[in-house]
């Protein structure tokens, strides 16, 4: 019986301290469950605010949540397939598992520009392992205040300054037109691989002048104006070097191939742009001047196809961020910690927002503004400070490349090569 009794007793000291110890972590959870629900905002009203609550949705499965859903939509036909069954199920903002975190995904124009335009006490940049591997930890990807902001100064005042422009009109004239002498009208031509060889160019010749000198020495590197002043370390420029040449090299080919694409599948688009290149070719002919860098930015069609463009084709489809605290949103709760989607792609193909979505209609920009719901290039204090670079290159080779050529399924020369 004392053994009985002292079994008993036990059990029940075990059970009533499990009891407390339940009861007292149930108001703990309870208590951070209300303090999450009440988000950042600790003046809320609760009593006339909508409640906050992560978005509806799914995480997946364990680990691999949804990634490999989402990768195979994003190289089928329909990439945007995946999102949108789950934007039809959950709404525009909804939770899902994907690149190993939980994530919160926006295809909400409103909630993606709060994250885009908030800074690093609520958002940081996020980026997969093998990813931030290759860039480096000194990436201004990856880096955040104030040292992002100064190097996010330099760069975009270096691609705006007015001498690096007209360098960068010289040197790609001189690269497409020497690669478009070599195209013969029996060969094939990828589109895609011969910009990436110019855009490549033009980009080392910018940033490390490597045609400056003759000889062995090692080149003077034009990044060190870039730098001039600033007290960086070498790691520091050199893995911002790679940043810059990434998208010059990738992105920017990609706009022009997607370009050609287009304009190929768009005989009246095509015909407007040849016409209003051609007018410019020959007003400058009678003037006997050269373009420059403004001519060709004055082209104002070509621009707006580079828009359409860039809307259709998305070619960066969104960025990750995550959460440095509990935000809220639109009523929506991103966890600190979760991660932040914003999909660019849906809200570019959004019928609310763009009629005829599908459709490639350059003349939509002639009287649409660009407003905060075209983000091809992010948007906030880590809009792309290459943007002027991005659209000179890929007029100078439109114009080039239009007159030049007629093409629908075949590539035909209509100049002679000079
Ligand atoms: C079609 C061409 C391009 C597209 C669509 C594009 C798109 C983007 C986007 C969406 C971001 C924002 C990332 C974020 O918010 O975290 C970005 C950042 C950036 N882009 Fe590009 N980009 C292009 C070309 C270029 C070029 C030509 C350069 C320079 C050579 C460049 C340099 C950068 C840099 C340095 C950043 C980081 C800015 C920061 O975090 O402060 N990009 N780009």
Redesign the pocket.
Known sequence: MDNLFIQFSCSTTVTLTTVVVLFLSTIVLLKKYCKRRDGSSSSRNTATSPPISIPLGTLGWPFIGETIEFITCAYSDCPESFMDKLRRVYGKVFKSHVFGSPTIVSTDADVSRVV?QSDSKNFI?SYPRSLTELIGKSS??L?NGNL??R??GL?GSF?KSSHIKAQITLDMQKYVQESMALWRDDQLIYIQDETKNV?FHV?VKA?ISLRSRKGNAIPETRISTIYRGEQLTVDLISD?MT??????ED??P??MTLAVKYLSDCPRALHQLMEENMNLKREKAVLGEPLSWSDYMSLSFTQNVISET?RMGN??T????KAMRDVEIKGYLIPKGWCVFTY?RSVHLDENLYEWPYQFYPWRWQEKEMGCNF?????????????D??RL??TIFLHHFVIQFRFGPELRRTVPIH
Do not use: C, W, Y
Not at 243 to 248: A, E, N, T, V
Not at 318 to 321: L, M, P, T
Not at 375 to 387: K, N
């Open positions: 885009l940049p201004i990807l880096i992002q902001k190097i996010h760069i691609f855009a980009l940033l911002n940043d810059l040449m990434i998208p010059g992105s920017v990609v706009l860039l070619i960066v969104g960025v990750i961020r660019f983000t091809p290039f992010g948007g906030g204090q880590r809009l792309r400070p290459g943007v670079l991005a290159e890929t």
